[in-house]
Each structure stands twice: as C-alpha cells, then as structure tokens.
T-cell receptor, first 108, second 120 residues
Framework: DIQMTQSPSSVSASVGDKVTITCRAS??????LAWYQQKPGKAPSLLIY???TLQSGVPSRFSGGGSGTDFILTISSLQPEDFATYYC??????????FGGGTKVEIK | QPLLQESGPGLVKTSETLSLTCSVS??????????WGWIRQPPGKGLEWIGS?????????KPSLESRVTISVDSPKKKFTLRLTSVTAADTAVYYC???FGSGWHFDSWGQGILVTVSS
C-alpha cells in the first residue's frame, strides 16, 4: 500500500508568514496529487489537484509543486482564514487513494 | 459546485448495518464523469476513503472494507446510499459524501458530514 508522509505535523506561524508543507509518497505518483484544507468542524475542501492546478475559487496565495514522490504546498502570505489542517492525497488511481496524516497550521 | 447533504442515523448498534444517504443538487446524478463516494474521519483522526460508485454504476472501494461496503445510486431522486455491514466501534466516525469529477481521483465537492457512533 502507498504511504503518504506529511511534514511537519504541525507548524506555528503568524499572519503574513510564508508557510511550506511537504508530502512524500512511498512510490512514484507522477503529478497525480491533491491538497485539501480542513477547518475545525468542517468538511475538507479541495485546494489543488494535479500537483499544481489551483481549484476554482482558491486564492492565489496557495500554490503546489513537485512530482514523483516529493510535493510541496506553499501559502505565500498566511491569512487568518488559513489556520486549518492540510492533507495530501494521491489521485492517479482508486487503488492509491489514501490521505496523508495532515499538517495543522496554528497561530503563533 | 453541487451541494451534497448527508442524512441517516447518528447511532448504530454493534454488528448492525450502517446506512447513510447523500442528497445531491445537480441536474443529473448520472452525468458522464461523475463519481459519488464516501470518506470518513474518526474523531480527532485523519481521512479514510471508503468507496465510490461511477456514473455507470461500477463500485470502487477500499480493499480492507470491500466485503462490507455497498454504494447504490437512485438517479430519479438524486441520491446515493452507503451501506456498511457488521459495524464495530472502529467504524465510529464523521462520514462525508463527496464527488469525484475529472481525470484524477480528487474530490471537488463534499457534504458537511454526519457523525455516526457505533455502540452496543
């Protein structure tokens, strides 16, 4: 089974900071990767798919990159509404669907 | 984006069958390219995909849950239903319905979620 490892598991940051989250897959997933944001008590929402394509309506301060096994989610200037937990997920096949352990972005 | 809304019992007894319905606000739930599925999240934990059914009615499911999972679609009513048999406390979670649309298995629309507790 594929394993998705996110780091860090949590990060404390201030409004305006640049935040970077990494996701490592245990096998090559090409660019088949999605990122989600989940706020407390809410459903996840899709941020990025195909590793770097921004979902409609998502602010441009979010960006994604990487391919193969190593991926990155960047928030260029953290806003108050961005404090949440972020998950990565491989999307190339139904047999690969699993979610990373999550990265909690907290207020510093 | 379509609106999805889960409904069903919040409490299920151990060894019984969990049944949840997702109502979808789309013109046609059977439109080409739509896959409808379920993802769950135990309290305080991460996300787990359960399964999805395609617009052709084909079921894709997580191998470890495959023997207990059924997802069916009621196209006229624009609803789809999850049935998970022989539940245990480990099945206690918030259950989300979600849509896959596009070339990758990402989920672009989600319901708000419903907490289901399994208890004897």
């Amino acid at each position: 089974d594929i394993q998705m490892t996110q780091s860090p598991s949590s990060v404390s940051a201030s409004v305006g900071d640049k935040v970077t989250i990494t996701c490592r897959a245990s096998q090559d997933v090409s660019n088949w990767l999605a990122w989600y944001q989940q706020k407390p008590g809410k459903a996840p929402s899709l941020l990025i798919y195909d590793a770097s394509t921004l979902q409609s309506g998502v602010p441009s301060r979010f960006s994604g990159g990487g391919s193969g096994t190593d991926f990155i989610l960047t928030i260029s200037s953290l806003q108050p509404e961005d404090f949440a937990t972020y998950y990565c997920q491989p999307t190339g096949s139904f047999s690969l669907i699993t979610f990373g352990g999550g990265t909690k972005v907290e207020i510093k | 984006q379509p609106l999805l809304q889960e409904s069903g019992p919040g409490l299920v007894k151990t060894s019984e069958t969990l049944s949840l319905t997702c109502s979808v606000s789309v013109d046609s739930i059977s439109s080409r390219g739509f896959y409808w599925g379920w993802i769950r999240q135990p309290p305080g934990k991460g996300l787990e995909w359960i399964g999805s059914v395609s617009y052709t009615g084909f079921l894709y499911s997580k191998p470890s849950l495959e023997s207990r999972v059924t997802i069916s679609v009621d196209s006229p009513k624009k609803k789809f239903t999850l049935r998970l048999t022989s539940v245990t406390a480990a099945d206690t979670a918030v259950y989300y319905c979600a849509r896959r649309f596009g070339s990758g298995w990402h989920f672009d629309s989600w319901g708000q979620g419903i907490l289901v507790t399994v208890s004897s």
